[in-house]
C-alpha cells in the first residue's frame, strides 16, 4: 500500500512489521500476537503478567474468549528512527495493539488530526517526559505506528525482509 516509508538499514538487517502496531482506543492494554514474540520473530520471553496470573480474558468481537498468555517488552524502531520499548501483554489475536489507554497512562499524549487545507494525516504521539514525538499513519481510518524489528541473530528465518 502506498504511504508506507521503505525499512531502513543500519548494521543489520532491519525488517518492517508488516501490519505495524494499530493504536486502538478501545483496547484495554497493549495486547501483541504471540507468533511475533515466538518463533520466526523470537523477540523475547514471554513472562507470567499480574493479568495471566489472574486469569484475564480478552472479549473478540464475536464475543469470544481470549486468553491472556503473559507479557513481554518488545523492542522496535519506529518511521524516524527511534528506538522504543513497549510492554505488551500476550493473546491470540490478529494483529498488535496499542491502547491509547495505556500510553495516556505511561505519560504520553495522542493526538489524531488532520491538516484541513492539504487532507495530510497529522497525527502523533508524544512522549511528555522526553517531548520525542512518534507519527502514526492512516490506513483504512485506522491508525498505525510503523515499526521496524532488527535482525539479532544471523540467519534467523525473517518473512517479510525490507
Not at 53 to 75: C, L, P, Q, T
Request: proline share 4%.
Amino acid at each position: 500500500p502506498q504511504g508506507k516509508p521503505p525499512a531502513r538499514k543500519v548494521g543489520n538487517r532491519r525488517f518492517r512489521m508488516a501490519r505495524g502496531i494499530t493504536v486502538d482506543s478501545g483496547a484495554a492494554d497493549n495486547v501483541m500476537p504471540r507468533r511475533l514474540v515466538i518463533g520466526k520473530w523470537n523477540r523475547g520471553k514471554i513472562r507470567p503478567s499480574e493479568e495471566s496470573r489472574a486469569g484475564v480474558h480478552y472479549v473478540a468481537a464475536n464475543n469470544g474468549r481470549i486468553r491472556n498468555e503473559g507479557e513481554v517488552n518488545f523492542k522496535f524502531n519506529t518511521s524516524s528512527g527511534d528506538m522504543k520499548s513497549m510492554c505488551f501483554q500476550v493473546a491470540e489475536i490478529n494483529k498488535a495493539l496499542a491502547a491509547v489507554s495505556a500510553l495516556v497512562d505511561s505519560n504520553h499524549r495522542v493526538v489524531f488530526d488532520k491538516d484541513m487545507k492539504t487532507g495530510a494525516d497529522i497525527s502523533f504521539i508524544i512522549d511528555k517526559k522526553t517531548n520525542l514525538s512518534t507519527k502514526m499513519r492512516r490506513e483504512r481510518n485506522v491508525w498505525v505506528i510503523d515499526a521496524w524489528i532488527d535482525e539479532e541473530e544471523p540467519g534467523m528465518d525473517f518473512a517479510r525482509p525490507e
